[in-house]
């Protein structure tokens, strides 16, 4: 006997997303709270940390949106076309996202940067393994 299709995690997807968002204010504050005690840059390790950890967060609610456009056995087909759609589209803004930072953003902390853009790209890998 066959088991009936599951749902879509859509609903699951919009929970982690929202968790992901708390991650991202708490990785804000952290930055913050970090740089005004013991870096005393100006902030620019704190904005540089929140920048890369919302350019994270944004390629991911993008690529989240493309995946779950279609659902359903029947939408198959569109279903895989989302998800290398989403992927490229996912992948452009991040190049674009970076390429405009490094261009318009002065100063600057690259590393600070790179690590708010890994701390959540980590988190998101985090809550992908919990999905399962």
């Known amino acids: 006997m066959t088991k009936p ?23 804000i504050i952290i930055s913050w709270v970090v740089d005004v005690t013991w870096l005393d840059s100006g902030l ?23 995946i779950f456009w279609h659902t359903g056995y029947r939408a198959r087909r569109h ?16 190049v674009f996202g970076f390429a405009l930072i490094f261009i318009t953003v002065q100063p600057l ?11 959540m790209q980590i988190s998101h890998s985090w809550m992908l393994w919990h999905i399962r």
């Open 79 to 94: 279903i895989v076309s989302q998800l290398y759609r989403g992927q490229m589209v996912k992948w452009l803004l991040t």
């Open 44 to 66: 620019i390790v704190a904005k540089s940390t929140a920048i890369g950890a919302l350019l994270s967060f944004a390629t991911q609610a993008v690529f989240a949106n493309f």
């Open 109 to 119: 902390s690259a590393p600070a940067l790179f690590i708010g853009f890994m701390v």
């Open 5 to 27: 299709a599951k749902r879509t995690q859509k609903d699951e997807i919009g929970i982690y997303l929202k968790r992901q968002a708390w991650i991202l204010f708490i990785l």
